[in-house]
């Protein structure tokens, strides 16, 4: 039996609630064009995001360790894949449209540069003059102009909501861009990748701190919300084994996940929310965790960034990348030539530094580290 876009758009309007972002109301695309025959707008921007050079690029991005430091830590793209499927979860779970809330999990950090957040705040200094650099609004430039993969226009020419949901991701780290619709909104879809992305970099950064031997697990009866999973789940902090951690992972997560879905059904349910612009005019995010589960989060967050993102092995990581980058960008800004020469027309097009920037903030680390040798080893020509 053969399942046409049709067929799928009909059965979502049978099976999601009423404030889901249905495929065939989509606002649209900036250049017109033709919808598959067997995929849903969504299904088509999700697939496009995926097939990006953007995307394979964020294998070798840092999420929080970098990539040369071992194989079994997080990366970018893992952390994209994890926050795609929480927000499938979560989606499915609420009845909202899966597809979308992939789609813009999948792209959220597309522009992010290499090194993490160190990287981002080193690019944001360099550029300043041209409006500094913030890994969302960089997203939307690969999406719309930085991907050259169709013949008639550049980027990905995705649908409107998907390009708002990239746009208006907002976390503790991320602001969303104010210039799209400020006063409304984005879809719950949206809102949810919001949510998805905080819960897995908490459980993930956890996870992979304790890996690194960065946090001893004894210190985690530092934090209520941990103390009481150890506690409810028999696990013997001075005896931690690779099983336990992965048990308290698995658990901390599946609780973020269940809490989410309960605050935010009763959030809709007190809203009395009946479409999707209902979501949009709604004065607050409808997406939401419970009052309990927002405190517990915050703790988990304050005793990551004192144990691990301000550890001494961050921080010398951080001055590192903000040396090596740094040094590349000043290189590139002071003889243009040495620039690749698809990146020279770029810099003639849209100004030397944006050009300069948005290459940079292509690099993987490992690419970042080999041009750095390229251009300043001694006794290396090429």
Do not use: C
């Amino acid at each position: 039996m053969l399942h046409r876009r049709i067929d799928l758009e009909t059965r979502e309007h049978a099976h999601l609630a009423p404030y889901a972002a249905f495929a065939d109301a989509t606002r649209g695309r900036m250049h017109p064009e033709e919808e598959s025959e067997f995929r849903t707008a969504f299904q088509k921007d999700r697939d496009r995001v995926v097939h990006t050079t953007a995307f394979r690029r964020l294998e070798y991005k840092t999420q929080v360790f970098v990539n040369d430091e071992g194989d079994h830590y997080r990366t970018r793209l893992t952390h994209t894949l994890e926050v795609a499927q929480v927000a499938k979860a979560v989606s499915r779970a609420l009845g909202v449209n899966e597809d979308l809330a992939e789609t813009i999990a999948l792209a959220h950090d597309l522009g992010h540069p290499p090194f993490g957040h160190a990287g981002e705040s080193t690019l944001n200094r360099l550029a300043d003059a041209e409006g500094g650099f913030d890994h969302n609004k960089q997203s939307l430039r690969i999406v719309t102009k930085l991907e050259l993969r169709y013949p008639h226009f550049e980027g990905l020419n995705l649908t409107w909501e998907t390009l708002e949901g990239i746009m208006k991701h907002e976390t503790e780290y991320d602001l969303p861009d104010g210039a799209w619709e400020p006063d409304k909104r984005p879809t719950l879809e949206a809102q949810l990748v919001n949510l998805a992305d905080e819960m897995a970099y908490n459980a993930h950064d956890l996870d992979d701190g304790l890996r690194a031997g960065i946090l001893d697990p004894r210190s985690l009866r530092e934090v209520p919300l941990l103390e009481s999973l150890v506690s409810r789940l028999a696990i013997d902090l001075d005896a931690f084994s690779p099983h336990d951690r992965a048990l308290l992972i698995r658990e901390l997560l599946g609780a973020s996940i269940d809490d989410v879905i309960q605050a935010t059904h009763a959030r809709l349910e007190d809203a009395g929310v009946a479409s999707v612009d209902d979501v949009r005019e709604h004065p607050e995010p409808l997406a939401r965790q419970s009052d309990e589960g927002h405190a517990a989060a915050r703790a988990l967050k304050a005793f990551l960034f004192e144990k691990l993102y301000r550890h001494h092995r961050q921080i010398r990581m951080a001055r590192k990348a903000d040396r090596l980058l740094s040094e590349i960008h000043a290189a590139y800004l002071s003889e243009p030539t040495m620039l690749p020469p698809d990146w020279q027309g770029a810099a003639s097009e849209r100004g030397l530094l944006r050009a300069v920037t948005d290459y940079l903030a292509g690099f993987t680390d490992r690419y970042a580290n080999d041009e750095y040798r390229r251009l300043f080893a001694p006794g290396r020509l090429t």
